[in-house]
């Protein structure tokens, strides 16, 4: 069945939820929802075999990255990737993106009991780093979701740049108090804030004595 072709910058904004929403979403919009449960299983494999065929051919870095990553590496942090992306193409996509050797664990779509937003995939990620989620900061996307994953998983907090479609603003997302429930603190403590990104002088307030982080 033909289907019409979607813009690029449509198909953009869809990613970021697995392969399998950014799939219904791309058949909604173009007139064919899933209705058939066993025929959209089908169309996911075609559609990771297709993707296997073309991946990283148009993968582009946004300006930084790399000098971004050698810096956190250089100054002793332990980098990892947690992305809702099929476990399988996660460390070849990064091989060929250039940026492999920088992160010291992967988890992938397929490897936590639950994707992201749930929290599974932070705990996993902890483990596999051998450290306490309290010891995570992490860097992703301004999205209610994300926050979700940031507040079950008790972080500290997180550093956050803008999600596709969104204002180019970056927010430290403040988690400093155990969490109930999404956003929602336990009685009687502050709800997480969203604030302007932190300088590194502005962070000392937020770390221990003589602890400083930005992303610079």
Not at 122 to 136: E, K, P, S
Request: one cysteine or more; a positive charge; aromatic letters at 6%.
């Amino acid at each position: 069945q033909a289907l019409p072709a979607l813009p690029t910058a449509t198909i953009r904004d869809l990613v970021g939820k697995g392969i399998e929403h950014l799939l219904g979403a791309v058949l909604t919009l173009v007139g064919a929802p899933v209705q058939d449960a066993a025929k959209f299983k089908a169309q996911v494999a075609r559609y990771q075999a297709i993707y296997g065929e073309l991946l990283g051919r148009e993968t582009v870095l946004f300006p930084g990255v790399t000098e971004g990553l050698a810096r956190l590496q250089a100054d002793g942090f332990r980098l990892a990737v947690v992305t809702n992306k099929v476990t399988r193409f996660v460390a070849p996509h990064l091989e060929l993106a250039g940026i492999a050797g920088y992160f010291d664990a992967i988890v992938g779509g397929d490897d936590a009991v639950r994707k992201k937003p749930d929290a599974a995939p932070m705990h996993l990620c902890a483990a596999r780093l051998g450290v306490a989620t309290q010891r995570l900061l992490m860097v992703g996307e301004v999205r209610i979701t994300n926050r979700r994953v940031f507040a079950e998983a008790h972080k500290r907090g997180a550093v956050a740049p803008a999600g596709p479609g969104e204002p180019r603003a970056r927010r430290f997302i403040d988690l400093s108090h155990p969490i109930l429930a999404g956003m929602t603190t336990y009685p009687g403590l502050p709800t997480p804030s969203i604030e302007p990104f932190l300088t590194r002088a502005a962070s000392a307030g937020h770390y221990a004595p003589g602890v400083t982080f930005a992303i610079d």
